[in-house]
């Protein structure tokens, strides 16, 4: 009589975030988060297609006059950040975890934007130091040798998460690689051709000049 295929538990994972630093030599600004993932017991899991939302925990961390001011169009005067301080979407990330016995370390990369119009940009921006409290949350799919060795496949929930303290020196460290000493603003169309005549209507030299003299400050 055959022996019965003994039975594989459902791989529960956990994910823990070791650090981050900015990617070098990339085309884009992009912070490299390292991500651990561990399986209970030692399992053996095939491959991973892990999905990333990174969200910025806007309530886990203390706010200096300066910051409350550049915060001021995002979540209104500090008297009602009781109600309206709340989480930002930073992104969503998707990679593939190679194969793997226990535990693993894979490289997140998260691409940044200097795009004003993007919340989590502006406030980011607005954060002279300290740090970033972040929760990164976890979806997918988890491939693993099911018994008889039979590839078995399982979701991951959104339920799985991890928390981790972004220094803010890293992302102004990898925007300033790729815009030093610069920020981008985007206009529309119309916007930007009535601000082109006028650049041309004063002979100003420059961008930068133009918006200072319409700001009072030449």
């Known amino acids: 009589m055959a022996a019965s295929p003994v039975s594989v538990a459902v791989p529960a994972l956990a994910f823990s975030v070791l650090g981050a630093a900015p990617v070098e030599r990339a085309a884009a600004?992009?912070?490299?988060?390292?991500?651990?993932?561990d399986a209970p017991g030692g399992q053996a899991i095939r491959s991973v297609l892990l999905d990333v939302q990174l969200q910025i925990a806007a309530r886990r961390r203390r706010y200096d006059a300066d910051a409350e001011e550049r915060l001021l169009d995002l979540f209104g005067p500090v008297k009602d950040?009781?109600?309206?301080?709340?989480?930002?979407?930073?992104?969503?990330?998707?990679?593939?975890v190679p194969q793997f016995s226990g535990s693993t370390v894979v490289e997140l990369p998260v691409p940044c934007t200097y795009d004003m119009d993007v919340l989590a940009t502006r406030y980011l921006d607005a954060l002279a130091g300290g740090e970033v409290p972040l929760e990164l949350l976890f979806?997918?799919?988890?491939?693993?040798?099911?018994?008889?060795?039979?590839?078995?496949?399982?979701?991951?929930?959104?339920e799985e998460d991890?928390?981790?303290?972004?220094?803010?020196?890293?992302?102004?460290?990898?925007?300033?690689?790729?815009?030093?000493?610069?920020?981008?603003?985007r206009l529309g169309k119309d916007s930007f051709d009535r601000l082109a005549a006028y650049k041309a209507r004063r002979a100003l030299p420059s961008w930068e000049a133009t918006v200072d003299e319409l700001l009072g400050e030449r």
Request: cysteine-free; glycine content about 8%.
């Open 29 to 37: 600004p992009t912070i490299a988060f390292s991500l651990r993932v």
């Open 139 to 158: 979806s997918g799919t988890v491939f693993y040798a099911g018994a008889g060795e039979q590839l078995q496949a399982v979701r991951i929930s959104w």
């Open 162 to 185: 991890a928390e981790y303290r972004l220094p803010v020196s890293v992302w102004r460290e990898t925007m300033e690689r790729h815009f030093p000493g610069a920020a981008w603003l």
């Open 81 to 96: 950040w009781g109600q309206t301080l709340r989480n930002l979407l930073w992104t969503r990330a998707t990679i593939v």
